[in-house]
């Protein structure tokens, strides 16, 4: 059987849970996109800051040569060379390589070669090394590259830095690794070669230019010139050395800024202009590491769709859990009830539909189990009359008409006060015995009167006795034997008690929907305490009290109206503040008897 639980929980996931894990994979791969989007861009802007400051850095350094030609006096020295006047010229050569060597702070090495007299000389450590004569400086394979090209400079890849002029100022251990610029020194005007000045520079600078977009050892950026020396790499193996091929293709497939390599590598690069045109700077960023946002957001959303789905779990269950559990309860009741246990009971102080349903239920049960009990005691009560009729119908045609003999003979005797006795006592005979029980308040009253025909013989002038019932009400259908039980109580309480000179009165009477017959007498009565615990004996279910033939014709009396119409039938009981005892019965009219 499918459960109501079940299917709550079933639509609370249909309609909420899978939902919003959809909402949620939509919204992360709408982030991923654009958080990937934008770590690329800004990757691409850090890209392209770096490569302007490189391009910058490298034009102030060729530039330097630059202010040779500012100076005159220095100029004249590499026009007219260094023979001339050795004196004046030395102290131009001092102050000019110092004033050069002491403007950038990269500098290690700086060397004037003058080509009048193939006169050479090198600063190292802010000291000037002595004249050195070197005619075939002009034959090294990276001048004659400068010397035959129409660039002015040339800048070599990163190596090791070399003595020039096999000078005592440069340590052996100084094993720096340096880039070289080769700067043509020529007259402006006849464009005639006069000199070379030559720097070397460290790569502590280039490297803190290039390291400024490197976030971890997992990265690497490249900077290789035109012909594919590498000038800096954060790998500091590849410095100096031609670019290995698989970074080479991995930086010729990114042409076009950006490509993201087979073995998951985002690559980006650019092509340098200025003074180092046609180098590249490059960035190759492992793509988990450059997507590290992005997957802690994924992670985040994952945890999030994971707290708030079992949030939404925990909540379908205790909804379910709160909205069935009532129906379960009330269905296993219902079951029971099935089972035959008709004294279930039921909530009834919840204020939702359940607790409307289970208030209903509960009046439900209630009327059929009065239901249940009144047929039942009913169905007792017939088969102890039947019983008793049966006992008491010993030949009753026999006892009627052998008592109808006798009131003959006691007319024909001259008796008619015997045979008056005899009639009534066989009416009141006749009326016992009927099986079928049923009555009027006609029938009653006749049967009231003959008992008291009999009973006025008996006392004869000590009682009196009024009967006062409106023609109206006495085809009104009652159970049998309702009247004379009061009426014979009325004997046994006042002259059998020695109360002489009662008054016994009969009546009845209509109060809304109620037919009211009374039976008072204005003799013997009872004390407040007698009348309580008579009320408590007539009032208490059979069930519930102990067994006692005590007050039983009341009590019958009570029990049967009860049973025959509903409980507001019934029996009041009154003590008329001590002058005497009433009983009234109640029934009412808006039903039949049953």
Avoid at 24 to 29: A, D, E, K, S, T
Wanted: with cysteine; glycine share 4%; aromatic share 10%.
């Amino acid at each position: 059987m499918k459960s109501i639980q079940n299917r709550l929980i079933l639509l609370l996931l249909v309609f909420i849970i899978i939902p919003y894990f959809l909402s949620v994979w939509l919204i992360y791969q709408q982030t991923k996109e654009n958080v990937e989007r934008h770590e690329l861009q800004n990757s691409q802007e850090q890209v392209e800051q770096v490569s302007t400051e490189l391009e910058q850095y490298f034009e102030e350094i060729v530039n330097l040569s630059y202010i040779l030609y500012r100076n005159p006096d220095l100029f004249s020295v590499f026009e007219q060379g260094f023979e001339g006047d050795v004196y004046r010229n030395q102290l131009e050569i001092n102050k000019g390589m110092r004033s050069f060597y002491l403007m950038r702070n990269e500098i290690r090495q700086l060397r004037f070669f003058i080509n009048e007299g193939k006169s050479s000389f090198t600063v190292y450590n802010a000291m000037l090394s002595t004249r050195k004569i070197n005619p075939n400086l002009l034959q090294q394979a990276p001048i004659q590259k400068l010397m035959g090209s129409k660039a002015n400079y040339r800048i070599e890849p990163p190596h090791q830095i070399e003595n020039y002029n096999q000078t005592s100022i440069m340590p052996p251990s100084d094993k720096t690794m340096v880039v070289t610029i080769h700067h043509k020194v020529t007259n402006v005007l006849t464009q005639e070669f006069i000199g070379i000045i030559t720097f070397d520079i460290d790569l502590d600078k280039i490297a803190n230019l290039s390291r400024k977009i490197v976030r971890n050892n997992k990265e690497v950026v490249l900077l290789t010139d035109s012909d594919g020396y590498v000038i800096y790499a954060s790998e500091e193996t590849l410095i100096g050395k031609i670019m290995p091929e698989d970074v080479r293709s991995k930086i010729s497939s990114s042409t076009a800024g950006v490509v993201k390599s087979p073995e998951g590598e985002i690559v980006m690069s650019r092509t340098l202009q200025g003074p180092i045109k046609n180098w590249h700077f490059v960035q190759i960023t492992p793509s988990e590491f450059l997507f590290e946002d992005v997957r802690q957001t994924a992670y985040r959303n994952i945890m999030v769709g994971v707290i708030v789905g079992g949030l939404g779990l925990i909540m379908i269950a205790i909804i379910s859990y709160k909205f069935t559990r009532p129906i379960k309860l009330l269905s296993q009741k219902v079951q029971r009830i099935e089972g035959g246990n008709m004294h279930v009971r039921f909530d009834d102080q919840r204020e939702d539909e359940i607790g409307s349903l289970e208030r209903h239920i509960q009046e439900m049960m209630n009327r059929i189990n009065r239901h249940i009990d009144r047929e039942y005691k009913l169905e007792i009560e017939n088969r102890k009359n039947q019983h008793r009729a049966l006992k008491s119908q010993i030949n009753p045609h026999f006892l009627f008409n052998a008592l109808q003999s006798i009131a003959a003979v006691a007319l024909m005797s001259g008796s008619p006060k015997v045979y008056q006795l005899i009639t009534s006592l066989s009416k009141m005979m006749r009326y016992s015995i009927r099986v079928d029980q049923k009555a009027t308040v006609r029938s009653e009253v006749e049967y009231v009167q003959a008992y008291l025909k009999l009973q006025q013989e008996r006392f004869q002038t000590d009682f009196s006795y009024s009967i006062d019932i409106p023609e109206d009400i006495l085809d009104n259908p009652v159970p049998s034997m309702i009247l004379q039980p009061l009426v014979e109580n009325f004997f046994k309480h006042c002259y059998d008690e020695g109360v002489e000179h009662a008054y016994l009165r009969v009546y009845g009477e209509i109060q809304g929907v109620y037919l009211h017959l009374v039976v008072e007498n204005h003799g013997s009565s009872l004390t407040p305490e007698a009348l309580k615990a008579l009320e408590d004996k007539i009032y208490t279910p059979v069930h519930e009290g102990n067994p006692s033939f005590e007050h039983i014709g009341l009590k019958n009396i009570h029990d049967r109206l009860v049973l025959h119409f509903d409980q507001t039938a019934g029996m009041i009981l009154d003590s008329m503040q001590g002058q005497g005892f009433s009983v009234r019965l109640v029934i009412p009219l808006y039903q039949k008897e049953m």
